[in-house]
């Protein structure tokens, strides 16, 4: 595997069930992002993790939590979820937190849908 | 407030030329990147502008112009594979990532 991978690529849930959105990145990079991404809408910063610390959390919802074991892996866990909700969650990882001069790389995503 | 403006949606032919604009009122600017965003796939990197001028790779290239706070993307030689929504992102004072809501390119035979 190379990259960042995402899984699963497609989740329909109820508003009263748990799941969890898994990420992972082969690139040896030392932060990673959760990203949420609604139709004709910049891409919406969730939650910023450098060195396995959380270091950016931009008002969102407690119902999305987030986990980071390790800074190879990244977790969103997700819990009574509302019909908004339902969106592109996108991963991505750099070297350095900074976005200066430094690219992020992405997964390809999990499509969510909340019923 | 923060703001990145890229026209929704835009139609091309197949073999022809294309510029994509994006236009950005930020806290500081240290740098703005485009990516490229095949539908139901990841984004890619495709520039990374940090000073005024132009900046070509292959078919495209991307222009920066800091003091009219504007920048954009041209391709070149159309291909239907270029077809793809492309996001144009800036790099604020904090070093935060400023995103656009992204350009529809549509290219047609």
């Known amino acids: 595997e190379t990259g960042v991978t995402q899984t699963p690529r497609h989740l329909v849930m109820g508003m009263t069930n748990k799941k969890s959105l898994k990420c992972e990145q082969h690139?040896?990079?030392?932060?990673m992002y959760w990203y949420k991404q609604s139709a004709k809408k910049p891409l919406e910063l969730m939650f910023v993790?450098?060195?396995?610390?959380?270091?950016e959390n931009n008002s969102v919802p407690s119902r999305f939590s987030p986990e980071c074991p390790n800074s190879s892996h990244l977790f969103l866990h997700l819990h009574t979820l509302q019909p908004e909700d339902s969106a592109l969650y996108l991963c991505?990882?750099?070297?350095?937190?900074?976005?200066?001069?430094?690219?992020?790389?992405f997964g390809p995503g999990t499509r969510l849908t909340v019923l | 407030g923060q703001n990145i403006d890229q026209p929704t949606e835009m139609t091309a032919t197949e073999g022809a030329i294309v510029q994509i604009n994006c236009t950005y009122q930020?806290?500081?600017?240290?740098?703005l990147f485009w990516y490229q965003q095949h539908a139901g796939e990841a984004p890619t990197f495709l520039s990374y502008?940090?000073l005024d001028g132009l900046e070509e790779k292959g078919r495209f290239s991307s222009f920066l112009s800091r003091s009219k706070g504007y920048s954009y993307l041209l391709l070149k030689e159309l291909q239907m594979k270029d077809s793809a929504s492309y996001l144009c992102?800036?790099?604020?004072?904090?070093?935060?990532?400023?995103w656009g809501a992204g350009t529809k390119l549509i290219i047609k035979p």
């Open positions: 991505a990882s750099s070297q350095e937190e900074s976005a200066l001069y430094n690219e992020q790389f």
């Open positions: 690139l040896g990079h030392n932060a």
């Open positions: 993790y450098n060195f396995k610390e959380q270091t």
């Open positions: 930020t806290s500081g600017f240290n740098g």
């Open positions: 502008n940090v």
């Open positions: 992102a800036v790099v604020d004072s904090n070093y935060q990532l400023i």
